[in-house]
């Protein structure tokens, strides 16, 4: 079975006091509605993952990104059993070196979070067991199972 070819993208920046931020945002439709995701969506028929992330970007919050500023770090796949149309495959991209200024969208209005201090109560549940480690630069290929509720993760591996 082909899954469903999705993208994310969690664009970073450095802060006067050395820490690090990512952008952010509550999603206001759609899968996830509510939930504080990354930046991305699905690949459009011909797309690559890369085409597509630096498509949903800009569509996402109004900032540019060159496809060679992306850094794929893995790939997610997400299972939904209880829900087969949810099910996706997901590549994973960060990136340091964007142009303009976070705008809200129809999708999600974005904001900064420090990285030290990500709102992972308010994300999917399989964030918390890579988000970190990607934002540090560590790669991830995992697959996670979601139970009857939708949210809550019974699997992973």
Not at 75 to 82: A, G, I, Q, S
Request: contains cysteine; charged residues 20%.
């Amino acid at each position: 079975m082909t899954l469903p070819q999705v993208c994310v993208c969690y664009l970073t920046r450095e802060t006067n006091g050395g820490g690090t931020q990512v952008l952010l945002g509550r999603k206001k439709k759609g899968l996830g509605l509510g939930n504080i995701v990354g930046l991305g969506g699905k690949l459009e028929p011909g797309e690559t993952a890369v085409d597509a992330a630096v498509r949903e970007i800009e569509e996402e919050s109004g900032l540019t990104v060159a496809a060679s500023a992306l850094t794929a770090l893995g790939v997610l796949t997400y299972l939904f059993p209880h829900r087969e149309a949810w099910s996706q495959e997901s590549s994973v991209f960060v990136c340091s070196d964007w142009s303009g200024t976070p705008r809200e969208s129809n999708e999600l209005n974005p904001v900064w979070f420090d990285v030290a201090a990500l709102p992972l109560d308010e994300m999917w549940d399989d964030a918390r067991h890579w988000l970190p480690g990607v934002l540090a630069g560590v790669p991830v290929r995992e697959t996670f199972t979601f139970g009857a509720d939708l949210a809550t993760v019974v699997s992973r591996g």
